[in-house]
């Protein structure tokens, strides 16, 4: 069973920076996909980041491009979500995820989650 615990949400002015992380337990961790998604009040979950299985290839979501970088280190188990240029827009629990069995690492269909953390962006 894979865990993964998230850390580093907090509150933040508009323009700041935050880094989450993202640690996962189990022995194969180098070879998950990993995603970053977040959900604001009253709306969906969406996908905000996601890095594929191998590493090899990333997707951004449109709203974070330029802005947010997903980075992994497969040594310590661990993904990161380096978030950059805040905006108020970007409040949010972000939530990562592991392992995407569907063939398309953007797909929502992610078997193991973290518990989420909060992220807020003052104006």
Not at 45 to 71: C, Q, W
Request: proline content about 3%; glycine content about 12%.
């Amino acid at each position: 069973q894979v865990q993964l615990v998230e850390s580093g949400g907090g509150l933040v002015q508009a323009g700041g920076s935050l880094r989450l992380s993202c640690a996962a337990s189990g022995r194969t961790f180098s070879t998950y996909a990993m995603g970053w998604f977040r959900q604001a009040p009253g709306k969906e979950r969406e996908l905000v980041t996601a890095s594929s299985g191998s590493g090899g290839r990333t997707y951004y979501a449109d709203p974070v491009k330029g802005r947010f970088t997903i980075s992994r280190d497969n040594a310590k188990n661990t993904v990161y979500l380096q978030m950059a240029s805040l905006k108020p827009e970007d409040t949010a629990v972000y939530y990562c995820a592991a392992d995407n069995p569907s063939g398309d690492y953007t797909s929502s269909y992610y078997i193991h989650w973290g518990q989420g953390t909060q992220v807020t962006v003052s104006s």
